[in-house]
DNA sequence: CTGAAAGCGCTAACAG
DNA sequence: CTGTTAGCGCTTTCAG
């Protein structure tokens, strides 16, 4: 005995059966009513539609992609959703998902090895049509191993026998170029904070790589005690990186940090120890987070086309899912990017 | 003719039914072993499992739903996802949702009536089983209006009539004690950043009434000229209503900013005009970003337990999605808050 | 312990 | 133009 239906304001849902009832039509007709799928006449249509709205009517979308085999909702896996880069690249990817009428999964990997995997082999049911994953644990060598049912598109990492879409810059290049930028303005004493020998993910290593290569084409001689490594990627592992650097035997006179949030920390821990920016310390970081514009002073960094790398990516995602030939080879898409000039580099009365 | 089916390594997706046939077994009994329903004899749960690995089946959530009615997804709706409150609030919640087994979609409504209404009203599908909504541009009377066919976790805003689960600081106090910080030290000429009067929600307007109680508290008479109303909280807006109240008549010597993001735009404007902080300009902010932790200087501010908002609203929308009683009074959380004090408002000479 | 079968809400092929 | 109907893949009641 269900003596809960007595009271009247709580319907709990009404389908499509309930409505194609009430206007006295058949399920077939409000289904085409809903989805304009075929020419309906015009008084049914409105018979139809004002069943809907007397019983407030909702599709049931599990119903729905259970039939077309298609979700419309995209995963999206990211190391950390409070970092502002991934912050701000979610923001744009969902906007852009928007555009193409999906909705967006978010997944928080923290890092973790193992639910990087697991998203990739498409555990958790198939609730994705495809994803865009940045991974951050899992390198080269673990994106080729897992098969993979879904289109995925990664980015950062690439996946070396192309078995999956990549997105990303060319950290190489983008590194090389703000270690130039150091070079340029006579600092010759470069420390580099953000390695991550721990980790399988290329990106640091190929940060580390461009900015070495700088140092040699100067003729600078890399100094193993000025490439820092850290943990994670926040503002207090750079504040820490710097501090060792500052209370090592040389101290540098600029810092290449692998990220905003590295070098808003080193940033930090240069105003505590009194050090001016830019005259003292030069600091550049990769990302342009919006922080960096407005920090004291404010960060020079590597920008790389975020709304760019948003609008390609979900593109990928797209012609996997729409077209299932999958003889498609993958991808490897590289997104432009460019240095960022301001004031925790270049000298400016304003800006101190 | 599907001569695609060639391919071998194209599966597409197997379901439960192969799985059956393959072990030689009912579908029934598949489910068993994924599900661990009933016991099953552990000849036949071997023989299944490995059927299970080698079509590499994954349980489709579509069905699942379709019959459960329910399908594990929660809907998060905020404002903006690279607005580091959020973003910081949104990790929290998707690691909250992640213990409860639950996923999380996320939409940004960017500040838009029609799309927080939208979401309010349960369009776009019944996929998600709840919803925990922070709107910005709907106010308490939209709230009450829309009739909602699914269960609704209000953060901040209030709904008058009851009709949504609330979860908020208690803002009045807050800005009451942040500005009576700055009273304690002596300022008397304290500007307000943030007002919103053109927008329905009525945070800003909570938090301009606690800094006004605090002035009037310290016989100090509110001044119109020192409440600069923002079009949204970004840096850019603190940083300009920072200048708008420089190149007024008055000039104040302390500023109550309504998110942190504000204050720190102010901050970049004082120091691109010179100013010392916190000594000629004293500056309080609100949410406790981690950027505040490491600008220069850091940023007092008030700190509301994010980690404790994200687990009662999760908790508040889980007793209604797994307790139908619509009986249940709708909750009104405060959450507890602290002034975080640092170097904007206390002098201390490491920190410039 | 396992099999058969109904049905969740929807779409689309097939009739009329 | 509209009605009937067969599943999509899964869970679950009812038999065996």
Known sequence: MTW???CHDVRVSSSLKDVAARAGVSARTVSNVVNGSARVSEQTR???????????????LAARSLR???????????????SPYFAELAGLIVDEAHRRSWTVIIDQT?????AERRLLTGDGGRVMDGLVISPWALGAPDLTATARPLPVVLLGERSPQGMADRVAVDNVAAAEE?????????????A???????????TARQRAEGYRRALRSAGVTPRAGWERSVTALHREDGARAMAELLDGDAAPDAVFAFS????????????????RVPEDLAVVGFDDIEDGRFSHPPLTTVSPDKRQIAARALQCLADRIYSPRNEVPAADLTIPHRLVVRGSTVGDAATR
């Open 178 to 190: 703000a270690t130039a930028h150091l070079l340029s303005s006579g600092r010759r004493r470069i």
């Open 4 to 6: 809960g239906r007595a």
């Open 110 to 114: 923290r890092g973790d090895a193992e």
């Open 68 to 82: 077309a085999g298609r979700t419309g909702i995209i995963g999206l896996a990211i190391p950390e959703l409070h």
């Open 192 to 202: 580099a904070i953000g390695l991550q020998p721990h980790l399988e993910n290329g």
């Open 260 to 275: 905003d949030e590295l070098a808003l920390g080193a940033l930090h821990t240069a105003h505590a120890r009194g050090l």
């Open 46 to 60: 409105v018979r139809v539609q004002e069943a809907i709205d007397e019983l407030g009517y909702r599709p049931n």
